[in-house]
């Protein structure tokens, strides 16, 4: 079994209904040794987390493994199927990004390609019931960032996700579209079907979730988290209080990511106002958010030290 199997095999690990937190194995994992370890039953992270994957850990690694890893075998024959390729944790494609977020997937399942030039990424998102204005606030802005060599990053929802990576496409750059579903499992909304095949194209669709997994009320503020962590900052561009984009930018400011807002947001929605004294930037225009970017090749470059140190440590 190799080194990625044997991760989703930890991960497919469940005692009594009960699994492992996922961001917990992704941590542990990345640590020099760290996968030997965690087949040894030891975790090295001191947290509630920690505490109770514990005995799941070493029990299941007692008397569940095998049953897991034939679950783990069904799930890549069905990725296989659709054409799209594990990258884990512990290999050089995973997003460089990604990798310095607190609570990563340990895991994506991906159709396309993720280059190390999508470290300059900006995730662009927003209501799922756009107004005409907000759409081409949308267009203008992505249309703008992709052709400065900005990878747009957007959830493949209705709305302003779609109108994001359509702007993207058009304007012929790169987009990622992270699913809050199983990549093998009938796309929601189907109406984006043909979509998702122009983003696999013009970049990548992924999904942190087994490729059966159907989308859920839980899936969607995990699909966020990631939104936000393959970014170096979020635009919300047009969004109420109760809006899933409210809370990917929430999430960017607790990953210490850039959340941009524009000045035409703020004069509608006073939860945007609230977020400038959490961090929050007014923007205008796409010179705005251009000026907070550091080059892809920096990102990457931090993420190898990073790496590096751990290694040393």
């Known amino acids: 079994m190799d080194d990625s199997r044997r991760l989703l095999a930890l991960c497919a690990l469940r005692v009594g209904g009960v699994g492992i937190d996922w961001g917990l194995l992704a941590r542990e994992a990345q640590e020099p040794s760290g996968l030997d370890r965690l087949y040894h039953g030891e975790i090295l992270e001191y947290s509630a987390e920690a505490r109770e994957a514990l005995p799941v850990l070493q029990?299941?690694?007692?008397?569940?493994?095998?049953?897991?890893?034939?679950?783990?075998?069904?799930?890549?024959?069905?990725?296989?199927?659709?054409?799209?390729?594990?990258?884990t944790v512990l290999g050089p494609e995973y997003p460089a990004l990604l990798r310095q977020a607190a609570n990563l997937p340990p895991f994506l399942f991906i159709r396309g390609t993720i280059h190390p030039q999508d470290a300059l990424a900006v995730a662009v998102v927003g209501t799922r019931q756009p107004s005409k204005t907000g759409l081409a606030r949308t267009a203008r802005l992505t249309m703008g960032l992709a052709a400065r060599g900005v990878t747009i990053v957007s959830g493949l929802a209705k709305g302003i996700d779609a109108a994001a990576h359509q702007a993207a496409v058009d304007s012929g750059g790169r987009t990622i579209a992270v699913l809050g579903q199983g990549i093998a499992t009938p796309l929601s909304p189907r109406t984006n079907a043909a979509l998702a095949q122009a983003c696999s194209r013009a970049g990548a669709v992924i999904s942190q979730f087994w490729p059966s997994a159907h989308p859920a009320r839980w899936t969607f503020p995990r699909r966020n988290v990631t939104i936000s962590g393959l970014?170096?900052?979020?635009?919300?561009?047009?969004a109420n209080s109760h809006s899933g984009a409210k809370l990917t930018a929430r999430l960017a400011i607790e990953q210490g990511r850039r959340v941009w807002l524009p000045t035409s947001l703020l004069a509608e929605q006073q939860w945007a106002r609230g977020y400038l004294a959490h961090g929050a930037t007014p923007v205008n225009d796409v010179d705005d958010v251009l000026a907070w970017l550091a080059p892809a090749d920096r990102v990457v470059a931090a993420t190898r030290r990073r790496i590096a140190q751990l290694a040393l440590l």
């Not at 008397?63 to 783990?72: K, R």
């Not at 970014?231 to 047009?238: D, K, N, R, S, Y």
């Open 59 to 87: 029990h299941g690694l007692a008397d569940h493994l095998n049953a897991a890893d034939d679950g783990v075998a069904v799930e890549l024959d069905r990725a296989e199927r659709v054409g799209a390729r594990l990258v």
């Open 231 to 238: 970014a170096q900052g979020t635009l919300v561009v047009e």
